[in-house]
């Protein structure tokens, strides 16, 4: 793991800590009109690119030109992107609504397979089960298909 220069002692230059090692910047995006206005802390200069791509390139650039080291040798390990908080409240909602779905699927999986397993205790084949519950015979089997059952058939 790249050290930052967070890490080093504070009494140093942060200039002369980063030309030390492989630079390891974080970058702050905002957005300036028809532009990206990118921030380097680390060096404590500013940039800007026309995209977010763009943006952080040019902070990788800006820190190889400020501390004279080839671009190569400059990762931006953070690039944060400041969005109004209309969107931010957008991306969160949606962020909560996939976690729902998650749980939603895994129930209705649960679900399924119980309705299955109840089909195929009244004595239904694997086809007639997949047909009654609208999935494929080959679903409906793995569905049905106990892993206890299936590691000691792979052990036989």
Do not use: C
């Not at 630079?23 to 026309?50: C, F, H, M």
Request: proline letters at 3%; aromatic letters at 4%; glycine letters at 6%.
């Amino acid at each position: 793991m790249a050290a930052t220069v967070a890490d080093v002692d504070s009494a140093r230059d942060p200039v002369e800590v980063l030309v030390e090692m492989m630079a390891t910047i974080s970058a702050r995006a905002s957005r300036d009109g028809r532009y990206w206005l990118v921030y380097v802390p680390e060096i404590g200069k500013y940039t800007q690119g026309r995209n977010l791509t763009e943006a952080r390139q040019m902070a990788r650039d800006l820190a190889a030109t400020v501390l004279e080291i080839p671009i190569d040798d400059v990762d931006v390990a953070q690039f944060d992107i400041d969005l109004p908080e209309t969107v931010t409240a957008e991306l969160r909602r949606a962020g909560e609504l996939r976690a729902e779905s998650r749980r939603a699927n895994h129930e209705a999986a649960l679900a399924l397979r119980g309705a299955a397993r109840g089909l195929r205790d009244l004595g239904l084949t694997v086809r007639d089960i997949g047909a009654a519950i609208g999935i494929s015979h080959q679903r409906a089997a793995q569905l049905l298909d106990d892993p206890t059952a299936a590691e000691v058939r792979a052990a036989m």
